[in-house]
């Protein structure tokens, strides 16, 4: 019965979170990560706010983490700017974690996008995926390589 109720919450949680209008999209690559517009687009070279945090994106729109930007500004291992309030023990934390704000249900959301991702990605006869590592991902070209 419990397991049942999880599996309609979930469910519920599931259909409730896919009705966000709208809103830009994070993405993740081999590469790294970096953030689709709206419009389709994606950051460059500058700063930009998602979620009441700035992040910053370089010349090829992936998305700078634990360092320092070009103008001299720090950056969390999420991405996230460090204000210079924080200091630099909280901004270096060795602990995985997405966010001190993500709610639970951000969280289940994002675990639940990277699963459907993981489930579109083609496989071969073996159900093994090789990704060429000089691909460019910005040009939109695929090149697959089946093992």
């Known amino acids: ?6 599996l309609i919450g979930t ?16 993405k993740h690559e081999p590469t790294g990560w970096w953030y689709q517009n709206d419009d389709k687009s994606y950051p460059v070279s500058c700063w930009k706010e998602i979620d009441g945090k700035q992040y910053y994106f370089d010349e090829k729109g992936w998305l700078l983490m634990n360092t320092t930007t070009p103008d001299g500004k720090q950056v969390d291992i999420n991405g996230a700017l460090i204000q210079p309030a924080e200091t630099k023990s909280q901004a270096q934390s060795t602990e995985p974690t997405v966010s001190s704000t993500w709610t639970a249900e951000q969280e289940a959301e994002v675990q639940r996008k990277i699963e459907e991702q993981i489930a579109n990605q083609p496989k071969s006869e ?4 090789a990704i060429d590592p000089t691909q460019d991902f910005n040009s939109g070209a695929s090149q697959w390589d089946w093992d």
């Open 11 to 26: 469910a519920i949680l599931s259909a409730s979170m896919s009705i966000v209008a709208f809103a830009g999209e994070w």
């Open 126 to 129: 073996n159900g093994v995926v």
């Open 1 to 6: 019965m419990r397991k049942i109720s999880v």
